[in-house]
């Protein structure tokens, strides 16, 4: 099971980008306007969200291609970091805006129940890199490691 999320994970999540930058990319005001409430202005915060449009769409694209993926699933665990740490901050609001998460606002019955599910899937999309990382990078390393091991033995 382990082996089969680090295997297929990157294609799931870079599917997983592609639509959240689609989405954004077609309706990007319940995002800015998410920033926007948190008193950032108007061009800060359309900028912001082009930003992270783009960043969606091209670590979508490289993960669904499985490109440099050392690169990528760092890239993507900083992301969604950043963005769990963003939906906390909202949980702690008595009125928090919809983050625009994925198009699913209007889903729940309150913002603040939309921004735990959110913190919820990224824990979940979190452990799903770590074991990305553990079938695509380790192993690497750890080869690596024998492979120096082995060429130190010869020297001597």
Same mark, same amino acid.
């Given at each position: 099971m382990k082996n089969a999320v680090g295997k297929y994970f990157p294609i799931f999540l870079g599917c997983l980008f592609l639509y959240s930058g689609g989405y954004k990319l077609l309706h990007p005001g319940e995002a800015a306007y998410a920033l926007m409430s948190l008193d !950032? @202005?108007?061009?800060? *915060?359309? *900028? #912001?969200? /082009?930003? +992270? #449009?783009?960043l969606e769409l091209y670590l979508g694209i490289i993960l669904v291609a499985k490109v440099n993926l050392r690169y990528s699933l760092t890239?993507? &665990?900083? !992301? $969604?970091l950043m963005f769990t740490a963003f939906l906390w901050y909202l949980t702690t609001m008595a009125h928090p805006p919809a983050c625009g998460c994925l198009g699913l606002t209007g889903m729940f019955t309150s913002t603040k129940?939309? *921004? +735990?599910?959110?913190i919820l899937r990224n824990c /979940? $999309? /979190?452990?799903g890199l770590r074991y990305s990382y553990d079938y695509y990078v380790k192993p690497s390393a750890a080869t690596a490691g024998v492979? !120096? @091991? &082995?060429a130190l033995a010869k020297a001597h």
């Open positions: !950032l @202005h108007r061009w800060p *915060a359309n *900028a #912001t969200v /082009l930003f +992270i #449009t783009v890239v993507s &665990t900083v !992301l $969604l129940k939309e *921004a +735990i599910f959110g /979940l $999309l /979190l452990w492979e !120096l @091991h &082995t």
